[in-house]
Nanobody, 122 residues
Framework: QVQLVESGGGLVQAGDSLRLSCAAS????????MGWFRQTPGKEREFVAA????????YYTDSVKGRFTISRGNAKNTVYLQMNSLKPEDTAVYYC???????????????WGQGTQVTVSS
């Protein structure tokens, strides 16, 4: 069992940066691939980024490539999403997720956090 708690969201202006954190409980964190997804009202949950359990493989959706960076600190049971050059279209609730496989779809993840709101004003 893994419990995930996101933090770091907030209200920023376009061009600003934010770093989201996702703290995981459970001794098996190191064996899970981790992902970040986001969702806006009325839309499906959208894949943002994923990182393999060893941290040696990452993948991003096209709209965030070059701006967002996913990383993990296995010693701290934490995964991060550094978001630079934020745009109003990045506004969403951001969720972290843990799964046994490296995946870009939400069905590939078993455990989810409660989400953290990111709002980017123009």
């Amino acid at each position: 069992q893994v419990q995930l708690v996101e933090s770091g969201g907030g209200l920023v202006q376009a061009g600003d940066s934010l770093r989201l954190s996702c703290a995981a409980s459970g001794r098996t964190f190191i064996s899970y691939a981790m992902g970040w997804f986001r969702q806006t009202p009325g839309k499906e949950r959208e894949f943002v980024a994923a990182i393999s359990w060893r941290g040696d493989n990452t993948y991003y959706t096209d709209s965030v490539k070059g701006r967002f960076t996913i990383s993990r600190g296995n010693a701290k049971n934490t995964v991060y999403l550094q978001m630079n050059s934020l745009k109003p279209e990045d506004t969403a609730v951001y969720y972290c997720a843990a799964g046994v496989t490296f995946s870009t779809i939400h069905q590939g993840y078993t455990y989810w956090g409660q989400g953290t709101q990111v709002t980017v004003s123009s």
